[in-house]
């Protein structure tokens, strides 16, 4: 199927696609993330690949360093706007760091629990826990205007008599009739915030604040 434009007097014809890169993120037609998360996962083992041949023999240290500073960016890359909900897309970016965890640790263990254990001691959270603070730390640039993302275009914010804390700033969690918007960026980032599902009956408020999100950042 194409589609025919003209430019400076010239009739092109665009191919329609179902995915395509923008920016260094795999777009879908579906509003969907598959590719993108196979487009980091594969990159990022690719690398994890070459570090395991190249420093097999190196200390923790630096094993560690490699994988924190060469491959886990790669599968973090514009993450706040396409944080995958689905436990799949999940299992797929873990198993990233779980197989790199059991090489800086040289522990192949096959016992339950084992993998666990060893990402307990290297300190290394969980990489949706990693997303998420970011997406909360954005959300406090957003609200502070810190970035030039403007709010009133996404957010709602609700003003209520008698709130305990002055400085805390209000927003309602849009409702949501499809899965894809519910897990979109707004409207996901602020439930996570007030712990409670974007689809109530009566509109929900939540309060982003410093500490909230600093809470959320020294998890990672």
């Known amino acids: 199927m194409y589609n025919k434009y003209k430019l400076s007097g010239q009739t092109l014809s665009l191919e329609v696609v179902n995915s395509h890169p923008y920016l260094g993120i795999q777009l879908q037609d579906d ?10 996962t ?15 023999y190196c200390s923790e240290q630096l094993k560690s360093i490699a994988f ?16 995958p909900h689905t436990k799949g897309h999940c299992k797929q970016l ?11 640790k040289h522990n192949y263990e096959k016992s339950e629990g084992a993998v666990t254990k060893i990402l307990c001691d290297l300190e290394w959270p969980r990489l949706q826990d990693r997303r998420s603070a970011a997406r909360l ?15 009133d ?5 609700v003003t209520r008599q008698g709130l305990r804390r002055k400085n805390s700033q209000n927003y309602q969690i849009p409702h949501c009739r499809t899965n894809t918007y519910k897990n979109s960026y707004f409207p996901r980032t602020t439930q996570e915030l007030q712990g ?8 929900q408020l939540t309060s982003i604040t410093p500490p909230t999100c600093l809470a959320y950042m020294l998890k990672v």
């Open 153 to 157: 275009q996404f957010l709602t914010l």
């Open 68 to 83: 924190t500073s060469l491959v886990r960016p790669h599968t973090e890359y514009g993450a706040v706007s396409w944080d």
């Open 42 to 56: 594969a990159k990022a083992s690719r690398i994890l690949g070459l570090i395991k041949r190249n420093l097999y």
């Open 94 to 104: 873990d198993r990233i760091q779980r197989s790199a965890a059991r090489f800086v």
């Open 196 to 203: 409670t599902t974007a689809d109530a009956s009566e509109p």
């Open 31 to 40: 509003m969907k993330w598959d590719t993108q998360v196979v487009h980091s």
């Open 137 to 151: 730390a954005l959300m406090y640039k957003i609200t502070q205007e810190l970035v030039d993302i403007p709010s």
